[in-house]
């Protein structure tokens, strides 16, 4: 599912190095996986998984079974949550009556980068989820935040250029693993078992106290007084407003507006400047009372 923790509400759960048993069966599922090409391995519309070493997914009836000591089993989740990220914005409008965000086959590399990080890489435009601990791509929420980072390049090339660009770069990503994960929670029926504002529950297990979380959406920090000038944790700033824009206008209308008002901000943007412009597109989306939820989330964080 998005992740076992996430699903099973079990803060003890630990990696124990790849070992299959070290989840419950209960936290495995079996999904359909959504736009593939056909030619047995898992390329397909909106992702290419590129293996370069060890063993590549491979299905000439296009059935990816594994379980967690598989090195395939990373694969089949990168492909499925990217995909589900990309089918999730469409399903926004965005490539029908909104433009297109990122609509392109996503090249993602799974194990192999032998530290326990990831990243999107602009320049080569591609995912790579390091190992190490849990292995980064068994999370579905690290998969779809570092696809976050690909939205952004794809809207605004060489976005994050200042120190408050790359916050919100981060922060989005935190917020979009959320709402992707989420939805996929509701679709397929699969349990949230832990505070759903908390990012990466299983990634998290081996550096992080019980309850495990990589970020929250709900720190309650304020600007400017809560900047450590560090991406990530001045990111929750952010993520925490966008959280509160969900809250007050529902997932579909908050996501819209959110992603939408993307194409407007600039490489080096600031919080303030971000933050006008996804007024502005609330109000010119929907109207008056969209653009005052908005601007009072972003109000009670300090930032307009």
Not at 174 to 187: C, H, W
Request: proline letters at 4%; hydrophobic letters at 40%.
């Amino acid at each position: 599912m998005v992740n076992p923790v996430q699903s099973s509400g079990d803060q003890t759960l630990t990696d124990q190095m790849d070992s299959a048993g070290a989840v419950p069966d209960s936290a495995y599922a079996t999904v359909t996986l959504h736009n593939l090409d056909g030619s047995g391995y898992l390329r397909g519309t909106w992702v290419n998984v590129v293996a370069e070493t060890g063993t590549p997914a491979y299905s000439p009836t296009g059935t990816f079974t594994y379980r967690r000591d598989d090195d395939r089993f990373e694969q089949v989740m990168a492909y499925y949550f990217v995909d589900a990220a990309q089918r999730y914005l469409q399903g926004l409008g965005f490539g029908s009556e909104l433009p297109a965000v990122n609509a392109e086959s996503q090249d993602v590399r799974t194990n192999q980068w032998g530290i326990d990080n990831s990243f999107s890489w602009d320049k080569h435009d591609v995912l790579r989820f390091g190992k190490g601990g849990v292995d980064d791509a068994e999370d579905g929420e690290v998969i779809v935040h570092e696809y976050g980072h690909a939205v952004h390049d794809a809207q605004v090339p060489g976005f994050g250029t200042s120190l408050e660009a790359g916050s919100i770069g981060e922060a989005f990503g935190d917020y979009l693993a959320v709402t992707v994960g989420l939805n996929e929670a509701r679709v397929n029926g699969w349990p949230v078992m832990t505070d759903p504002t908390c990012v990466a529950d299983w990634d998290s297990v081996s550096y992080t106290r019980a309850p495990h979380c990589l970020r929250t959406l709900s720190e309650n920090k304020h600007y400017p007084e809560d900047l450590r000038g560090e991406v990530h944790a001045d990111g929750e700033i952010w993520s925490q407003a966008l959280w509160t824009i969900r809250e007050s206008l529902g997932a579909t209308i908050a996501d819209r507006i959110i992603v939408n008002a993307q194409f407007g901000f600039a490489p080096d943007t600031s919080f303030a400047a971000a933050a006008n412009t996804t007024v502005a597109t609330a109000q010119s989306m929907y109207g008056a009372r969209q653009a005052k939820a908005v601007r009072a989330a972003f109000a009670a964080r300090g930032i307009l």
